[in-house]
């Protein structure tokens, strides 16, 4: 056998390992397909210490495969944005919920983060039937669909991890604009999460308007 040869056998277990591990992501869409359509949740930015919070919500379509589509988080930023652009695409619809800083301040992070679920949700061009959520069971919906709350979901469910890559790259992109409008903290590479270099800048230039007066009185004192 030549070495080309070799390298395409290897391709192809490498494809039908992957394959795999996908179809072992479509077990809760094929429990619930039966009770119409299916819609992935998930958010980003629950723990930064500036910027919004922002839900995804991602209607694919049946025993859709997207290859390397995983739980944002285990992905290197150059596969999140070739995989956000193939979900834009081939999804059905994508909805996306943003609620700001000044939101979060006033009615505390977990009811932010549902609001932003339902703004999501809502701004879906289809009505779902069942929404598969990353851990949580949204209140105050519209309508009622069933909610099928998963642990790691976004690791478990393709539905999900396309609401987690969604939800991720938009956030980052809209804290990577406001770095410019608001320099000194990093916010282009830390996304507003508490790095050392963060709490240094915060420490020394105090808060902006970006940042979360709740999440950040212990380091500023009074949350200036």
Known sequence: MTKKEEQAIKRQQKLEAELARLDG?????????????????????????????????????????????????????KRRNLLYDEIMEKAVSV????????????????????????????????????????AVTIPGLDFAPKQVPIIKGDAKSLSIAAASV?????????????????????FASNKGYGSAAHIAALKELGPCPLHRRSFIRNICGDGR
């Not at 609001?115 to 061009?125: D, F, I, W, Y």
């Not at 969604?166 to 990093?186: F, H, N, Q």
Request: net charge negative; hydrophobic share 40%; glycine share 10%.
């Open 166 to 186: 969604a939800a991720k790259v938009t956030r980052d992109r809209m804290m990577e604009a406001l770095d410019e409008k608001y320099p000194g903290y990093g």
């Open 95 to 134: 909805g996306i919920g943003v609620v700001s800083q000044e939101r979060i301040d006033e009615i505390n992070i977990l009811q932010a983060t549902y609001e932003a679920m339902r703004q999501a949700v809502g701004n879906l061009s289809v009505r779902p039937d069942v929404l598969l959520n990353d």
């Open 25 to 77: 992501m479509l077990v809760y869409e094929r429990e619930y397909g039966a009770w119409g359509v299916l819609c992935g949740i998930d958010e980003v930015g629950r723990g930064p210490l500036a910027g919004p919070v922002v839900a995804g919500a991602v209607i694919l379509p049946e025993d859709c495969r997207i290859l390397y589509l995983n739980d944002s988080k285990k992905l290197t930023e």
